[in-house]
């Protein structure tokens, strides 16, 4: 038997005649000298006794958090001669296109393919967007006219599907009017001012076309010159109270209460 896989150990108290004994080694019986000893740990730069396990998925999302915290974190930066200050990603993106500008092509192409791609999946995004609300006024009708035809009680659907506003061509759809019953007494006013301005507009065009005839008699034209301009004045902080909203959805809601029956069509 080789004596590198059958050491020999010493002679031992109780040996018979002190003769060398030979350390039976093998499958299962490690040598004496390598085995793990009674209280002592077989890896002591290991885990502490009693450290909690750590869930790799948590640590995950700990890293992309702080990824995301660096990656919008505010930094000051050199716009035109002045000091703005916009997030890392900006300055990043500022440093990408700085260097294709000046003929990198490795950039210019990342630059290139990089835009389209965020417009490919943007335009996806808007049809995506559109189908659904096309989809929300279609069954939204279907319950209106359900209801209609059971002689149920006016339904109130948030948004209501007439006010929404489809821009094809864009891609958008805006909603003009409330969006769920908590603006339902903000839009009633807003609506009260549009249907007022309308309503003085059409009494100030009918006092100037009044006032452009003939046959007036001078105290019946200076009663009606004194109506118009107050009138004006009426319509002028109807607009302004209502400055905020643009006047293309001005309009827009007024035709839409016009045909709602709340207005003179």
Not at 107 to 131: C, F, M, P, R, W
């Given at each position: 038997?080789?004596g590198r ?6 002679p031992?108290?109780?040996d018979?005649d002190?003769?060398m ?6 499958y299962?019986?490690?040598?004496v000298?390598?085995r ?5 740990s077989g890896n002591p ?11 790799p998925?948590?640590?995950v999302?700990?890293a992309r ?10 930094v000051?930066?050199?716009d ?10 900006q300055?990043?993106w500022?440093a990408?296109?700085?260097k294709a500008?000046k003929g990198d092509?490795r ?8 835009a389209?791609e965020?417009e490919k ?10 189908k ?8 939204a009708?279907?319950e209106i006219?359900?209801h209609?035809?059971a002689g149920a009680?006016?339904?109130e ?9 489809f821009?094809?061509?864009?891609g958008?759809?805006?909603i ?6 908590e603006?339902?007494?903000i ?6 001012i ?6 003085t507009?059409a ?7 009044t006032?452009?005839?003939?046959g007036l008699?001078?105290?019946?034209a200076r009663?009606l ?12 902080r109807?607009t ?5 909203m ?5 309009a827009?809601?007024?035709?839409r209460l016009?045909?709602?029956g709340r207005?003179?069509?």
């Amino acid at each position: 038997m080789d004596g590198r896989d059958t050491p020999l150990t010493q002679p031992q108290p109780g040996d018979v005649d002190g003769a060398m004994q030979v350390e039976k080694v093998g499958y299962g019986r490690p040598p004496v000298r390598t085995r793990y000893q009674p209280g002592r740990s077989g890896n002591p730069a290991g885990r502490p006794k009693g450290a909690r396990n750590r869930s790799p998925a948590r640590e995950v999302e700990r890293a992309r958090e702080t990824a995301l915290a660096e990656v919008y974190r505010e930094v000051r930066a050199t716009d035109g001669g002045r000091t703005i200050v916009i997030t890392m990603l900006q300055a990043i993106w500022r440093a990408v296109i700085a260097k294709a500008a000046k003929g990198d092509f490795r950039s210019i192409k990342y630059v290139i393919d990089k835009a389209g791609e965020i417009e490919k999946e943007k335009a996806a995004q808007l049809v995506t967007n559109l189908k659904a609300a096309v989809e929300y006024q279609k069954r939204a009708y279907i319950e209106i006219e359900r209801h209609e035809a059971a002689g149920a009680e006016l339904l109130e659907i948030y948004p209501h599907p007439d006010d929404m506003r489809f821009d094809f061509d864009r891609g958008i759809v805006d909603i003009i009017g409330p969006r769920e019953p908590e603006e339902r007494e903000i839009w009633d006013q807003i609506d009260a001012i549009i249907l007022m301005e309308d309503g003085t507009v059409a009494e100030i065009e009918r006092l100037e076309r009044t006032l452009e005839g003939s046959g007036l008699e001078p105290e019946e034209a200076r009663s009606l010159c004194e109506r118009l301009e107050i009138m004006k004045r009426v319509q002028k902080r109807l607009t302004n109270s209502n400055a905020s909203m643009p006047p293309e959805d001005k309009a827009w809601r007024l035709r839409r209460l016009k045909k709602a029956g709340r207005g003179k069509a």
